[in-house]
């Protein structure tokens, strides 16, 4: 089996996966009917994207579990998404924050991706690309909205973001065997999207009105399994069922 | 012209189905009893996304998840449609959401039921959704031009919840011993309250009577609710559950005799003593006040947005 | 908008082009505070089914619209200016495709 691939596949599937579940959980807590669509939407298509990822790590993994198999069948420290994506949704603007700060990675992940020379991944990225550029257009303009909003929605927007910012530096950390398929053109490289990522986010914090925080400490430990407390209720709910009645067919 | 002119060439409309347009004159009830009915739809597809939404993160399989949130998202959908429609009358979401908050609009009283497991989601979707359904196309020829457009674009929107209703139920009511009980106890739970969905008997429903005269509704509740029954009883049968009442009995004309239907419980959960009832309102109360920064942040930019294409 | 006496934002009308060249086709309303946004909110309600290829917003205050009453002598005089339909028009027989 490729690991390489296989360990990829699943932290981009669980990252998909948590994000959206987060995304879900706000379904009719909307501040009005029209964004609450907007969000179940972005929910559809970050689950869309992990079943793509999920099913690919499957099939690379070779022992007959499918997607569904490694979305309900693996506990906390076997899951490996991005820290930033259990974080809880406390307000509208932690919501939007943690999702803009997401899809300014994902969209030029997804862009970089569509090169692979592995193509299921480029296949994945192909549809990845498309509606990430539809997210961080949502995003980034609720950032500029609120940013330039009110004093309160301002200020509750600067929170979020000094709050999350210690949770990105884990999303451009990578191992020898991540170096390995960057070099070998299979997915882009992290130092390229942090650039990028940097770029983006500096660009919309900046007509905002946000200050960016001081690179301080960040957290980590999301890539080896090691999460935040947060994680354990979600998944005991997400997988309630299927560990139940572990013979039902659904 | 004056009224009386106006008032005949209302009804020289409505005898030749012709639509009434937002900007046609009409008479102040019928206007009263539109906002009345096409607010409850909306307010019901909108309250209708707790009792669901409540199951996203625990629905059983990726694909589970997937359509239930298509589904969900739906329902937001038509609430809107709903809404829309109901402002071309003058009235704007902002009050209709304010009457439902205060109690003056009301819902439909099947979520002030539970929906407490997997088996559950299902038989909402079989049998609430299947009963809207019936309710919805029947309303696709109600007389006021936007409800009705409203209600075609519903209609084929809505096909497929109750397929992915009936599937779920079909799935466990063939899987393990567990999810067939499941499934019947959904069945026994929700059968009544569905059948309440189509509102009192005609004779007992003043409303109805007028709201057929305008040609609002199509249909009376007895035919519709009698229509429901027919078409879903044998969907039980093929799955090998029974209908949670007794009395029910296949006629020869093809139609089914049922029991009595429980209408002191019906008016309790519509006066609000139903299991769900504070539940709901609260939630919605609760999101709404939580939404106002977000509102009030978003129109202070839509000011300054707009001064700026003002001054350009 | 000037007036937003309804904190749900103000509604906009929704067109919407299914396809290439054909002519854009009313599809609904949304409330939304900005232009942008209005055009997000079209496209989740309006297009979740692959329904369109593009949209216009137009806030709904700036519709003029004609009014009912007004319907005879703005539509009737049309009536009688058949000459604008092809059908008015005899064509020799065997003439195809004019």
């Known amino acids: 089996m490729d690991n390489a691939i296989y360990n990829y596949a699943l932290r ?67 899951y490996y998404n991005h820290l930033l994506a259990e974080r809880p949704n406390k307000n509208f603007a932690h919501v939007m924050m943690r999702q803009f700060l997401h899809d300014a990675l994902l969209h030029p992940l997804y862009t970089g991706l569509k090169l692979s020379k592995n193509e299921h991944l480029a296949g994945i990225a192909e549809k990845g690309v498309k509606e990430s550029a539809y997210h961080i257009r949502h995003s980034s303009m609720w950032i500029v909205r609120l940013g330039k909003g009110t004093d309160d929605s301002k200020e509750k927007l600067q929170d979020a973001l000094d709050d999350l910012w210690t ?84 | 012209m004056d009224e009386a002119k106006q008032e005949e060439l209302f009804w020289k409309k409505i005898e030749a189905e012709e639509k009434i347009e937002p900007k046609d004159w009409m008479p102040e009830d019928y ?85 407490l497991s997997w088996a559950d989601i299902g038989a909402v979707g079989w049998l609430v959704d299947g009963a809207a359904i019936v309710n919805q196309v029947s309303l696709q020829r109600t007389s006021y031009g936007p409800y009705s457009r409203a209600m075609v674009r519903i209609c084929k929107e809505e096909s497929f919840h109750q397929r992915q209703g009936y599937e779920i139920i079909t799935q466990m009511a063939n899987g393990t011993a567990e999810q067939r009980e499941m499934a019947q106890d959904a069945l026994n739970r929700l059968w009544w309250p569905s059948l309440m969905m189509f509102g009192p008997t005609d004779k007992d429903s003043p409303n109805s009577a007028k709201a057929m005269k ?62 769900c009832n504070k539940q709901r309102l609260d939630h919605h109360i609760k999101a709404h006040n939580e939404g106002a920064w977000v509102r009030e942040a978003a129109i202070a930019y839509g000011m300054s947005k707009s001064k700026e294409t003002i001054a350009a | 908008m000037s007036e937003v006496k309804d904190n749900q934002g103000p509604l906009w009308e929704v067109f919407i082009q299914s396809k290439n060249n054909l002519p854009y086709k009313h599809a609904g309303s949304v409330h939304a505070f900005d232009g942008e946004m209005a055009l997000q909110n079209a496209r989740d309600l309006y297009t979740r089914r692959g329904e369109g290829r593009a949209i216009w917003v137009v806030p709904s205050n700036q519709i003029i619209s004609s009014v009912p009453t007004d319907e005879d002598s703005f539509f009737d005089p049309s009536d009688d200016k058949i000459y604008r339909h092809p059908t008015f028009y005899t064509v020799k027989e065997g003439v195809k495709n004019m």
């Not at chain 1, 007509?207 to 005991?236: C, N, Y």
């Not at chain 2, 607010?39 to 939404?53: D, K, L, N």
């Open chain 1, 12 to 78: 981009m599937g669980d990252t998909c996966l948590i994000l959206s579940h987060r995304l879900a959980e706000r379904c009719s807590n909307g501040p009005f009917l029209e964004e609450d669509i907007a969000m179940t939407n972005i929910s559809l298509d970050l689950l869309g994207g992990a079943d793509l990822f999920l099913s690919l790590a499957a099939e690379v993994e070779g022992e007959g579990r499918s997607a569904d198999d490694l979305a309900y069948r693996r506990n906390e420290r076997q």
């Open chain 2, 31 to 115: 206007r009263k009893n539109l906002i009345r009915q096409i607010s409850q739809h909306a307010h019901s597809e909108v309250i209708g996304m707790q009792p669901e939404g409540n199951w996203i993160t625990r629905a059983p399989s990726l694909r589970a998840k997937k359509v239930l949130l298509a589904k969900i998202q739906d329902e937001a959908g038509h609430g809107l449609y709903l809404y829309s429609a109901c402002e071309t009358l003058g009235v704007s979401r902002d009050t209709l959401i304010e009457q439902l908050h205060q109690q003056k609009a009301k819902y439909s009283s099947i979520f002030n039921y539970p929906v």
């Open chain 2, 214 to 275: 305008w040609k609002i509704k199509r249909e009376s509740n007895d035919l519709l609710r009698q229509r429901f029954i027919d078409k879903t009883v044998p969907q039980a049968e093929i799955l090998g559950l029974s209908i949670p009442d007794p009395d029910l009995e296949l006629q020869a004309d093809g139609s089914y005799k049922f029991g009595e239907i429980n209408w002191q419980e019906f008016y309790d959960v519509v006066q609000g003593n139903g299991p």
């Open chain 1, 167 to 250: 949770y990105t530096g884990e999303m451009f950390e990578y191992n020898d065997e991540e170096a390995t398929l960057a070099k070998d053109g299979v997915i882009p490289s992290f130092e390229e999207l942090k650039t990028t990522w940097l770029k983006t986010v500096k660009e919309v914090f900046n007509e905002a009105g946000l200050e960016v925080p001081k690179d301080k400490w960040m957290a980590t430990g999301g890539r080896q399994g090691v999460h935040s407390e947060f994680l354990g209720h979600m998944i005991a709910e997400m997988q309630y069922l299927p560990r139940a009645y572990p013979d039902a067919k659904w």
